[in-house]
């Protein structure tokens, strides 16, 4: 059975009660779309932890390298609630698997970051997944 994508009010319902958003493969450059959904992510009033080995920080937010790592930047009993992956393609099946060992509740793959057997994969592992759709445009909709 192909991957498919829950329902709308499931994503809205995801978005709504989410607090803490970890964004694996964000850009410091301002012309990525990483860099601007986070930065609306932001503005939406979520706590973003960036993930990407070449940055030390993000608009002042301390950025770790890897999933493996963001116990060093969470708060006693802080969790992650959605990892929002921008990489590509080849690079989701490994992002996947490291959010199944951590038992990450939720994944969002962003518009052309595709990987339907890592998308049944994680979601066979009880992980909520969410892929071809933008955040940004999920969470503008919803108002």
Not at 72 to 97: K, M, S, T, Y
């Amino acid at each position: 059975m192909p991957f498919q994508n829950p329902p709308l009010e499931k994503i809205h319902s995801l978005l709504r009660t989410a607090r803490t958003i970890a964004v694996v493969g964000l850009s410091d450059d301002p012309q990525r779309p990483s860099y601007e959904v986070a930065s609306a992510l932001l503005e939406f009033g979520y706590r973003l932890i960036p993930v990407n080995p070449a940055l030390a920080a993000w608009k002042g937010l301390r950025a770790v390298p890897d999933l493996d790592r963001l116990h060093q930047v969470l708060a006693a009993g802080e969790r992650i609630d959605i990892v929002n992956v921008f990489r590509r393609p080849e690079h989701v099946g490994a992002v996947i698997e490291d959010c199944i060992r951590l038992k990450m509740p939720a994944v969002w793959l962003q518009p052309g970051v595709v990987d339907a057997e890592a998308a049944q994969r994680a979601a066979a592992a009880g992980v909520a997944v969410v892929m071809d759709r933008c955040i940004k445009v999920d969470r503008m909709q919803m108002g």
